[in-house]
């Protein structure tokens, strides 16, 4: 990274317009909501004009004025953020784009890549973008239905061509639309089951993603022919899409075999009617007749061979003579209904369907029609590839506690005697002696423990979709806290017995990727050893020749950042993907990772396309696959326009990530990190073993309240534990979002850095600042660092710390919290030489000083709130509606939950 360079003067005046076209359009949207309020609770209007302060009977409406305006300033800002990337390219051209097709290909394009090592860059990336639906989103589908219309109708109003009236319109729509959702109840009644979150999930896809996706390729194929005239580009399906909701049982009793059944079957059904759908729109527009072309011979054959098979033959060739790629088009179409009534005329796989649609594109080519082909045919066919009949690969994720006490039972059950200490030589030497065994029929277990019963209906549940579907609708099962081999051999038995393994010429494999998922410090440390360990075990070898040759292995943000604090948790993932690089190289294996961030840059939520970039050398390989969580989903992709958008920065950063780059290691900052890291987990550790943190955590926060909002399936701690260990990450950095405190993204930081510059003086401070110019995860950190800082307000936070009832306790932690706070912040605008927090992000500090008073005023509310429902046995829906309402209000406020 080269040292900080000043913005351009056009720059400047591109970033200037777009803070006046948001003012513009968040005045617009303000006043819209103001009529409202003014017809619908005008009582609420004296306390919005500071005039009046919050009543008892004021209170929910203002929540409410105040969690829609936040809504509605999201909505304005995604609309100033397409405005902006469309300036850029206006003004300086595609390549100028941050995180664009354009720009990563003008790079490749200067680094003297040509065609045909880009193609094979382009074969070789493989994108995989996973939704879950982690208790952290709050908007239901209506609510998000109407901010699409909002999004839309904004849109509209950029068109010059509108006359006055027509503008009055489109401003009347919108004040109907901000009128609906004030009137639209947003506080869920009940927790949402797993079915409807997986409704949840499809409407991301029917809104945004099916048709994102056809958009994403098209600027790749512009930007391939603007830099590559000369050359001919195949555009392979690079972009996937995982999913986790239907199949995350990890502490979530919910999901069990039936559900995970059922979501299949639904991501199933909307693939093949998107699909069907498209083969309509397609054939309604290829209206091409035989005598303006010369068919090729090929493809009249297939044609015919086709209508042989079909018993319709001569109505398909009635009811279009002389089209004949509409009569082909007819003919997939039946298949495709065929395969939604599952009946003997059914495709058996996607891959025959694609075979169908490039016979076609083929065709055309030959026709002489390969513009319409590539418009109209290859988008089709690769939403085929991309889709397929799933929608999105569904992973399994569980426990180990929940695997291990499954074996346990499985043990009992075979051996009639208690297993032998999990983890242990005997364990693993059992394990190992089950798994080379050979079975002619899969055994039937009968297991009293409702777990094990539980675990093995899943497991014989996936062992018959890969019987009966194949491979495509499943992605990987992951464990949770991996921490031997043990675990992962442990997966392996369990697939085994479920029917997932297949044997060809005597050699066992596991058609299943099995990826361990290690979440705390000490797991991400010991990775290395666990990945040789595996590594060295035959059947695993060859389960991963068989999927490729590629083991995947999931790095955990979330639980490392509660384990170790912010900077030693970044570091130690960096460092843990380099080692484990290395051990697959001695085994001829590629290591990839899955990246399971979240919303905050405390779960890993930085900036994607620096996100990449900041990854070490050789570790992303053109593969990555990284999780969308919660809010994220709904921030990214509920507006197609915007979900492109974010598609596009995420493939072309990993593209980019391929090119080549001075990628040597400088010794000095790679020890400087160590340093840092150790320091930080020191200091970070002070605090998280201090004796009274839990319980300052749960009081001066709202996180026991947080378990009463029901803004998800899965419950806030795993197995019911009371520990801090035990506490799920999201509801970890959802409680300290509330209360602005914000520990999990600084905290840990300043002392740090304090502590590595007084030890090594000025040269400390020289090589800090040489990082921060040149050194990309460091320089990451620290930016993300400072907007965090932006955002804490400990005078809000010190309300609530009154509400601990051992203030004594509870003063000291606040007390360290202070401390840590001011020294950051020293440290921080010493390292950046500036005056102010966010001085360098001009535009982020306009958008939180426009919230800001407005987040500050809901969370004295919310003080208060907590402070009656706490008093009272059982929480009046009178006082709790209004709570819950506060906690989604700055969630809104600060874009996200955890």
Known sequence: MAAVVPPTDTEVKIRDDTLRYIERTVGLLHELLLQ???????????????????????????????????????????????????????????EAVPGSWAAVLTQAQQAGLSAGEVQERLHNTCVIPVLTAHPTEAKRVTVLEIHRRIYVQLKELEEIRYTQRERDKIIRNIRDEIDLL?????????????????????????ESLYHGVRDLFWQLSQALQERYPDASFGLPPLLRFGCWVGGDRDGNPHVTAETTRDALDNYRRMALQHLRRRVIETRSRLSIAAHTITVPETFAQRLEQMLTEHEDADAIRKRNPQEVFRQYLNLIIRRLEATQENTPERYRRARDLVDDLQAMEHGLHEADCQEISEDLVLPLRLEAQIFGFHTAHLDIRENNTMTNNTLAALYQHLESSPAPELNSP????????????????????????????????LFCLLGKVLEGRGLEPLGAFILSMTHTEADLLGVYLLAKYGGLFSDRENCETCRLPVVPLLETIDDLRRGPTLLRELLQIPLVRRSVRASGGVQEVMVGYSDSNKDGGFLCSNHEVSLAQTRMCRVGEEFGVTISFFHGRGGSSSRGGMPAGRAIA??????????????????????????????????????????????????????????????????????????????GLVMFYQNASPVEELALLKIGSRPARRFGAQGLEDLRAIPWVF????????????????????????????????????????????????????????????????????????????????????????????????ISKSEQLCDRFVMFRDRLKRRLPIIDRVSREQVELIKICRGEKQPDTQDLVPLLLSINCVAAGLGWTG
């Open 182 to 206: 004030w009137m639209t109840g947003e506080i869920r009644l009940t927790k949402p089951t797993v079915d409807e979150e997986v409704s949840w999930i499809l409407h991301f896809f029917n």
């Open 735 to 830: 409680a300290w979002t509330q209360n602005r405190m914000m520990i999990p993204s600084w905290y840990g930081v300043g002392d740090a850095i304090t502590e590595f510059t007084r030890v090594r003086g000025d040269e400390g401070w020289a090589l800090l600042e040489k990082m921060f110019d040149s050194h990309l995860l460091f320089r990451l950190m620290m930016d993300e660092v400072e907007k965090t800082l932006y955002q804490v307000q400990l005078n809000i936070s010190r309300d609530y710390v009154t509400l601990a009832p051992q203030q004594e306790e509870a003063e000291e932690i606040f007390a360290m919290i202070e401390e840590e706070y001011a020294r950051t912040c020293e440290v921080i605008l010493k």
């Open 614 to 691: 900041a990854q070490p050398p050789g570790t992303v390989g053109r593969r990555m696959r990284l999780t969308e969580q919660g809010e994220v989903v709904s921030g990214k992709y509920a507006n197609h326009g915007y979900a492109e958008t974010q598609l596009e920065m995420l493939a072309a950063s990993v593209l980019g990530h391929s090119l080549p780059h001075d990628n040597r290691v400088q010794p000095d900052f790679e020890e400087a990190m160590e340093a840092l890291s150790q320091l930080s987990y020191t200091a970070y550790r002070k605090l998280a073993d201090h004796p």
């Open 36 to 94: 409202v309020i003014r017809r619908r609770a005008p009582e609420i209007m004296p306390v919005l004009e500071d005039q009046e302060a919050i009543s008892p009977s004021t209170r929910l409406r203002v929540l409410q004025a105040d969690g829609i305006w936040f809504q509605l300033f999201n909505i304005a800002e995604q609309n100033a953020a397409i405005r902006r990337r469309r300036a850029i390219e206006t003004e300086s051209g595609a």
């Open 426 to 457: 005997e364990w693993k030497e059992w394990l190992l002696q089950r798994l080379a065994e050979p079975i002619s029929e899969l055994p039937q277990f009968e297991f009293e423990e409702p777990e094990a019963r539980r675990t093995m209906e």
